[in-house]
């Protein structure tokens, strides 16, 4: 960049911060050359000094570029260039909109079912290109998908971070930093929330290994938390190496039990045991859809009594019960009155409705005269079934809302119920049925909301910036505050409120971070003092006498 042009590589004009991580920075941007929006991302300064990190930051700008699909974010150009004394490594990317689905959980409540199947559908479609051209993600996560809603709907779900990405069958070993933090298994890279157990013992990682990411990635989508947790990142690999899956249905409510069932294959401990690839869990997602509820019944009419009309052409003749023939008396003049009596309602209906049941008997003659026979008064009339009422269950959003629509649509609220969440008090979490769902009118809708509390997340022994980070998905603000300790600096050992305290959103947290023990001083020596020896007098000689 210059100071003369102001633009990035000679190309790029910033227009904006759209995040930062430990290895490169995000910005909007125009494309001066292309004349299009970009993201341009930009290796930290202190990382670009090193020729293989920027080697390593460009190679996954060509791992991604090698796929094209709408759901991987198309990379649009890389390259270098100078900053003073050091060179930049940038890589620039389609600019989509929307957020991560880790921050749309944060500031919305976790999906519904529909809407996790739907994102679920658009991220194995990705792998699924990605897996044919022979490169396995290895790091599918809330943070590295982008998502985009029309209402409650999910439009578009992007694939981004090929930072891990490699050919199926390499192990994730090794210490570039940017190849995401590491985990507690030794030498491992990835994340461990979401890192198979074959990616956290070293091993060889193939396409089942982005199926349990994606397996974790949807029990976020519907519970707002990692399938595995715990104190620390040691706890969390223990978990997901030993652990059983864990059952969304248990935590969110709507949730069927072939939903749980794809995910729990997900998440099995075995490559082998999961999916045999991402179209098998594509359809495996789409038929754990519940069947659409059945719309508004045909209303079935009875028929009327069959008169015979002497002098009347038998043009349109009912159909005759089983077991009995039609009346062909006087040339086969029969429906005529069943005509008319239809056409009064102006419905037609299938007379082959009241087949199997016994025929009504013929009116007797009352009187001659036709006007006796079209009062309408004394016209048997067709009786109708019930029609089935069917309502739609409303979207989520705050709790009165929610239950305005809730009666607008004809339904009953059900007891509410609180729960902890990140989300402001009020919030409508999940409903039963999950909104969106087709049900009879009058049916019940059972409803969780954010109870304006939350536990405090569990952090000891977690690094300072991943604390601060779990306290604010939390809904809480942060403060650190340097204690001392016999950790190591930076670690987290503890927090007030204390971990698993329930605590109102939008309080602070204090991080209580060690910053280790004062080195003792260094004693600083005495001067010694050195004697100081009197000189001995040297006899003086004296003359012998004579």
Do not use: C
Request: glycine share 10%; proline share 10%.
């Amino acid at each position: 960049m210059t100071a003369a042009s102001g633009l990035i590589a000679g190309r790029f004009r910033l227009e904006g911060l759209l995040g930062s991580g430990g290895t490169a920075s995000v910005f909007a941007a125009t494309d001066t050359v292309l004349d299009r929006p970009v993201a341009i991302k930009l290796l930290h300064p202190h990382l670009s000094e090193s020729e293989p990190l920027r080697a390593a930051f460009l190679d996954e700008a060509r791992r991604t570029a090698a796929v094209a699909h709408p759901g991987i974010v198309e990379v649009v150009d890389m390259g270098t260039f100078r900053d003073g004394e050091v060179t930049i490594a940038w890589i620039a990317q389609e600019l989509l909109e929307g957020t991560t689905l880790a921050e749309h959980v944060l500031a919305h409540g976790p999906l519904g079912a529909a809407a996790t199947r739907r994102v679920g559908d658009m991220i194995l479609a990705a792998l699924d290109a990605a897996h044919a051209g022979g490169l396995v993600h290895r790091d599918v996560s809330p943070a590295n998908v982008l998502v985009r809603f029309e209402g409650a709907t999910p439009v578009r779900a992007t694939l981004l971070d090929f930072g891990l990405a490699d050919a199926a069958g390499r192990t994730t070993r090794g210490d570039d930093v940017l190849r995401s933090s590491a985990s507690a298994a030794a030498g491992v890279v990835g994340n461990a929330q979401y890192a198979s157990p074959e990616q956290l013992r070293g091993e060889a990682v193939g396409v089942a290994g982005d199926l349990y990411q994606v397996g974790g990635l949807l029990y976020f989508a519907l519970t707002g938390r990692a399938p595995f947790e715990g104190g620390d990142r040691d706890a969390v690999v223990r978990a997901q190496l030993h652990a059983p899956p864990p059952v969304a249905s248990v935590r969110a409510r709507g949730v069927s039990p072939a939903l749980d069932r794809v995910l729990v294959r997900a998440l099995l401990k075995d490559p082998a045991d999961r999916f045999a690839d991402a179209a098998e869990m594509r359809a495996a997602l789409q038929a754990a859809a519940p069947a659409p509820a059945p719309v508004a019944a045909t209303r079935v009419l009875r028929p009327a009594p069959v008169v015979t009309v002497p002098g009347v052409e038998d043009t349109a003749p009912a159909p005759a019960a089983p077991g009995r023939s039609r009346d062909s008396r006087g040339g086969g003049v029969t429906a005529g009155i069943v005509v008319a009596v239809l056409a009064l309602v102006a419905v037609a209906v299938p007379l082959m409705a009241s087949a199997g049941r016994s025929e009504p008997a013929a009116a007797p003659p009352t009187s001659a005269t036709p006007a006796a026979s079209s009062d309408p008064a004394a016209t048997p009339r067709p009786s109708a079934t019930p029609t089935a009422e069917v309502a739609v269950v409303p979207d989520l959003g705050a709790l009165q809302d929610t239950l305005a629509a809730i009666e607008a649509a004809g339904l009953v609220a059900g007891p509410v119920i609180s729960q902890n969440s990140p989300l402001a008090a009020g919030t409508v979490l999940s409903a039963d049925p999950a909104a969106g769902t087709t049900v009879p009118r009058g049916s019940t809708v059972h409803l969780v909301v954010a109870s304006g509390t939350n536990a405090v997340p569990p952090i000891d022994g977690w690094a300072t910036a991943d604390a601060d980070a779990a306290v604010r998905a939390a809904g809480f603000l942060s403060e650190e505050v340097p204690t001392v300790s016999d950790r190591p600096p930076g670690t987290v050992i503890g927090s007030t409120p204390a971990p698993g305290a329930s605590a109102p959103v939008g309080s602070t947290v204090r991080l209580l971070v060690s910053s280790g023990r004062p080195a003792a001083p260094t004693p600083t020596p005495t001067p010694t003092s050195t004697p100081v020896r009197t000189p001995t007098p040297t006899p003086t000689p004296t003359a012998e006498a004579p």
